[in-house]
């Protein structure tokens, strides 16, 4: 278990209890407990998330790719930006994380030992 990770949506931070799971399709799962905790209605016809906070609403907006994730490169990026586009950069870190890789704990190293062993 990992107690009181520090979850921040728009700035707000709303800590959560986690629960270690090999699930790998998704990052975090939020339970039922969670969700009424912290008021949250989910509108999934237009893809958001609504929190009721004391201090008014705050609504994440999901996106919804048409066709798959699609990896672009930096240039790619910075020309988009250029043009006008709409840019987010966005980091997940865990507070009280060393912040080493462990290699073990990558899917692909697990997968292919023998490929990635120690020289």
């Given at each position: 278990r990992a107690r009181g990770v520090d979850i921040q949506i728009a700035g707000q931070s709303m800590p959560a209890d986690l629960v270690i799971s090999p699930v790998?399709?998704?990052d975090v799962i939020l339970g039922m407990d969670w969700l009424s905790f912290y008021r949250?209605?989910?509108d999934c016809y237009?893809?958001?998330v609504?929190?009721?906070?004391?201090g008014g609403r705050l609504v994440f907006q999901g996106v919804r790719p048409t066709s798959g994730s699609i990896v672009i490169s930096a240039i790619?990026?910075?020309q988009?930006?250029?043009r006008g586009c709409e840019a987010y950069l966005a980091t997940i870190s865990m507070a009280g994380s060393s912040g080493?890789?462990?290699f073990e704990d990558i899917r692909v190293v697990r997968e292919f030992p023998?490929?990635?062993q120690s020289l």
């Open positions: 790998e399709l998704y949250v209605h989910l237009r893809g958001r609504v929190f009721e906070r004391d790619q990026a910075e988009l930006i250029e080493e890789v462990v023998d490929v990635f």
